[in-house]
């Protein structure tokens, strides 16, 4: 069976943003960029299957600027077998998103969709639970584990009280979590291999989307920040101060 | 028109989360009616009605619902939808499980985890794990929203809504519930706890939590855990605190053997008071915090065990 994983290219996880000074967003200028990670734990997933012979192709999409090619590349450098590039230099939101993917879905006609959970940037949590509605597809959001069979998936999700297992119907798609696997780095001859995978590039209008933003974005400001408070030298003096502020 | 709040429950007893977002609600659309889908959960629909502002109480019951599975709950959802002009879940992994399936479906954009309502069309929500915050407005049409539980006041009792009870819409059988795995604990949940003991990789174990399992006894508090503690298998996954477990704003949170990651600090530097004890005094986590410890947290958490001890905490 295929297996599409999209791919969104995000500020590193590492990287502490900051917010402009005219209010507009983020300033993105020079800061390092890489895969959402919850997309590494799916491309990662997506490759273990097709190593266990469980899927016959893997392949990726990224919705995004001409850079998000390199986030396909590293994909491709994980052992993901070819890529799409959806070119768009402006932000899409994510039911936009999960439109073209609708139509890159019935075009490629995957069993199985494998998204991050939520993207660490805009962290919307909205991609995968929107394609599956729009497919008429079940779905495993936030997935612990994944056992695939022929005709039904059994996925463990994290839930907020511990864990779930729900069996789907294939064709499904699957949201990751962060305890789902542990992403590999990409070997330097595998990295070499992928620069000849092939990438297709698209647009949006070729799939008949439209990504103008629905929303308006009036301002993007700093959060309030906390006081630095002061260091306490003893345990008592600790308990002193936390029952003078009447929290225990 | 009006508005309408899934309820947080399991089958037995109604979540805090669902008051607080009845309050979310009624700034976006009033009156709030409230859905209560589950099997055999009349009690959480009584307790439903008692909920100030509340106006009605639909009741699902059905077996598809007992689990809320995202895909019957899409189709419950979509066919009550007409009615109201603003649909709002709590930002649990239930509500964020369902709620962007029904708002594509409606062909509308959804607002994910709202901090504050500022008119019924604008909002501000936290981006990039809360180092930013947006303030966006929504197109015109319905409003599909999920709201961060810490940044709303619960909904207070009092109310006496009429309940109503409603058909199970048809069941697309796509997926079945195939069991679960429970985190069992006598202590507050995490998000509804006015204390928080949260252990980090420093405690070197699981079997080491049990040096704040003490004190959370003590203090009537719950156990939380940054991600390295919980992929290292110190503690189960829902204890996760952070941009992508948990987020949490008791009244006092104190963070033991945490480095304070941004990830962790997105979930839990808005709880009140702010306690870190780590060895290391450069640890960014004291940034945040209002008192700092530096100290080996082995000698630190036997020591707050004892002194609490001898100051009458049982
Ligand atoms: C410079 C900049 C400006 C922005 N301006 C706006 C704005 O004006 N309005 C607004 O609403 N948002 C804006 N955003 C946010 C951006 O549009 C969101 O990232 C987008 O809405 C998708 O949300 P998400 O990625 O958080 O979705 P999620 O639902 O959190 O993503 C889940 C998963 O979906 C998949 N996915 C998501 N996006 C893509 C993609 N592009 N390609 C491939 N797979 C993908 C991935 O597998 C991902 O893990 C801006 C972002 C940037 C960087
Ligand atoms: C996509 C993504 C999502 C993430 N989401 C989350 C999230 O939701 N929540 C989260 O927490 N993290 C999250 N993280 C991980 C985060 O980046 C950090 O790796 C993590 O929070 C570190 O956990 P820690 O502070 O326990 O461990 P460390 O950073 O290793 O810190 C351990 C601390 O313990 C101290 N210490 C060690 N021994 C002792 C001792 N004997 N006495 C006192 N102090 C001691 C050390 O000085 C150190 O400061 C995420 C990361 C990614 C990439």
Excluded at chain 1, 51 to 72: D, L, N, W, Y
Excluded at chain 1, 79 to 98: S, Y
Excluded at chain 2, 211 to 239: C, E, M, Q, T, W
Excluded at chain 2, 260 to 271: P, R, Y
Aim: overall charge neutral; some cysteine.
């Amino acid at each position: 069976m295929k297996v599409l994983v999209p791919v969104k290219r995000v500020i590193d996880f590492n990287v502490k943003v900051r917010v402009k000074a005219d209010q507009s967003g983020v300033d993105l200028a020079n800061v390092k960029m890489s895969m959402n990670p919850f997309d590494e734990i799916a491309v990662e997933e997506a490759v273990r299957l097709k190593e266990k012979g469980k899927a016959t192709e893997v392949v990726v999409v990224s919705i995004g600027p001409a850079q998000a090619s390199e986030t396909i590349r590293t994909a491709l450098a994980m052992g993901a077998d070819r890529g799409i590039l959806v070119k768009n230099d402006t932000a899409v939101e994510p039911l936009a998103v999960a439109k073209i993917l609708k139509a890159i879905v019935e075009a490629e006609q995957p069993q199985l969709v494998i998204t991050g959970k939520q993207a660490i940037d805009d962290d919307a949590n909205q991609v995968g639970q929107m394609l599956a509605a729009l497919l008429g597809w079940p779905q495993g959001t936030f997935a612990h584990s994944l056992e695939l069979g022929d005709a039904t998936a059994k996925i463990t999700r994290e839930i907020d009280g511990g864990l779930q297992t729900v069996e789907v119907k294939l064709p499904a798609v699957m949201t990751t979590d962060l305890r789902l696997n542990e992403p590999r780095y990409a070997s330097l001859p595998n990295i070499m291999k992928a620069k000849k995978k092939p990438i297709e590039e698209k647009t949006p209008a070729d799939f008949g989307v439209d990504v103008t933003p629905r929303f308006k974005i009036l301002k993007v400001t700093e959060p309030a920040k906390r006081a630095a408070g002061a260091k306490v030298s003893s345990v008592p003096e600790l308990l002193d101060k936390l029952k003078a502020d009447g929290v225990i | 028109m009006a508005s309408l709040v899934i309820a947080e429950h399991d089958n037995a007893s109604l979540k805090d989360a669902t008051h607080k977002t009845v309050t979310a609600a009624a700034a976006v659309s009033s009156p709030v009616h409230i859905l209560v889908a589950g099997e055999n959960c009349a009690a959480v629909a009584e307790a439903a009605a008692k909920i100030a502002g509340v106006e009605k109480v639909l009741l699902a019951e059905g077996a598809p619902y007992a689990r809320q599975l995202a895909e019957p709950m899409e189709s419950l959802l979509l066919s009550l939808s007409d009615k109201y002009d603003a649909i709002l879940a709590p930002a649990t992994t239930t509500g964020k499980n369902i709620l962007p399936r029904v708002a594509a479906k409606l062909d509308t954009p959804q607002v994910s985890e709202i901090l504050k309502v500022i008119s019924p069309d604008t909002f501000e929500r936290p981006i990039y794990a809360g180092n930013a915050i947006e303030t966006l407005q929504a197109p015109a049409g319905k409003k599909i929203i999920t709201v961060r539980t810490t940044a709303f006041k619960a909904a207070s009792e009092g109310g006496s809504a009429a309940v109503e009870k409603i058909a199970a819409a048809s069941d697309p059988g796509l997926s079945t519930f195939a069991g679960e795995v429970l985190s069992k604990s006598e202590r507050p949940e995490l998000t509804s706890a006015k204390i928080i003991v949260s252990g980090g990789r420093g405690l070197g174990s699981g079997e080491n939590f049990k040096l704040l399992d003490s004190i959370a006894d003590k203090l009537h508090a719950a156990v939380g855990a940054s991600r390295a503690a919980v992929d290292a298998g110190y503690v189960p996954n829902d204890y996760q605190v952070g941009q992508t477990g948990k987020v949490v704003a008791p009244d006092l949170y104190i963070a033991v053997g945490i480095s304070g990651a941004i990830q962790h600090l997105a979930g839990m530097k808005d709880s009140r008071v702010i306690v870190a004890i780590n060895k290391d005094e450069e640890a960014p986590i004291f940034s945040v915090a209002d008192y700092g410890l530096v100290a080996d947290l082995f000698k630190a958490l036997p020591e707050i065990d004892e002194e609490l001890g001898k100051r009458g905490y049982k």
